[in-house]
């Protein structure tokens, strides 16, 4: 059976599994990043991931390694072009390089946003989709744009950086995340940050706390906002929303379509249909195998 590794690293946790050539996934496992050690940290526990798997499977056919990863990637040499201070010393880490080297087996590495939503177009909410937008709203807000089956790169990987866009005075992600609206909530109860969450704020405003609800409609104007400049750019026939706080779908879909409509023409709007993430938590894994069996492909 030809199986494939796959690895999401984000700044919190990994998250690796083994994939078979039918996109079903075998084995799923989760070790907490500890990002502050920094990026040759990371490195090797992906060495030990993928040591650990070879050895498990030697009389299956490991195909290769599939890497989904925080940060811009150089998707042509397989190395972060660019990352945050979240994790140090990131920046010329050469995964395809290492795994290369220490297993002779090849290795895709694409970044996690761009995973999340090619996983999406490939066999969730934007499945046969032309043209998509999927954004990740968390910690902060991240973008990946595919057109006819391919992500949007950009000149040096940087394309759809989304949470970096001005909006009202500030940045999209300053005023959209989840981590925002919990923020809001708990200052404007005067309350430690630690009582909240996300799933707190959404409990609440269901038993009809307004301090909860007027936040989470502060949060669907922004969104609403920030998808409607987007689609005047990309004009998508889809867009995906995911992230821990879009499993709230019932409660948010309406919402936050009624706050696009009110900053998109309607020409835009009505050939746009606004869909939540299918893959969840396995979204990263899944694009990462989808991008390397496409590319490998290609070759």
């Given at each position: 059976m030809k199986k494939y590794i796959s690895i999401d690293i984000g700044g919190t946790a990994i998250k690796y599994g083994l994939i078979d050539d039918k996109a079903n996934i075998l084995e799923n496992y989760e070790i907490e990043t500890n990002a502050q050690k920094g990026g040759d940290h990371i490195l090797n526990e992906v060495i030990k991931i993928v040591e650990n798997f070879v050895k498990k499977n030697q009389n299956d056919q490991i195909m290769g390694v599939c890497i989904s990863t925080a940060g811009v990637v150089d998707t042509k040499n397989g190395s972060i072009y660019h990352a945050s201070d979240l994790i140090p010393n990131y920046i010329g880490i050469n995964f395809k390089k290492a795994i290369k080297e220490k297993f002779d087996l090849p290795c895709q590495v694409e970044n996690d946003v761009n995973c999340a939503g090619y996983a999406e177009y490939k066999s969730g909410a934007s499945k046969d989709s032309s043209v998509c937008l999927t954004l990740t709203i968390g910690t902060g807000i991240g973008g990946c744009g595919i057109i006819d089956g391919k992500i949007i790169h950009g000149a040096n990987g940087s394309a759809f950086e989304v949470g970096y866009i001005n909006i009202r005075n500030d940045k999209f992600e300053n005023l959209g995340?989840?981590?925002?609206?919990v923020e809001k909530v708990a200052k404007e109860k005067n309350e430690d940050i630690s009582?909240?969450?996300?799933?707190?704020?959404f409990e609440n405003a269901k038993k009809g706390d307004e301090i909860c609800i007027k936040a989470i409609d502060e949060m669907c104007d922004v969104l609403g906002l920030g998808i409607a400049n987007l689609s005047y750019m990309l004009n998508p026939d889809t867009v995906v929303l995911g992230g821990g706080i879009m499993?709230?779908?019932k409660y948010l879909k309406k919402r936050i379509e009624e706050k696009i409509s009110l900053y998109l023409e309607k020409r835009?709007?009505?050939?746009?249909?606004l869909k939540f993430a299918k893959h969840q938590n396995q979204a990263g894994i899944l694009g990462a195998y989808y991008n390397f069996r496409d590319l490998e492909e290609e070759k």
């Open positions: 995340s989840a981590k925002t609206l009582f909240w969450n996300g799933k707190k704020v499993a709230q779908e835009f709007f009505d050939n746009m249909t």
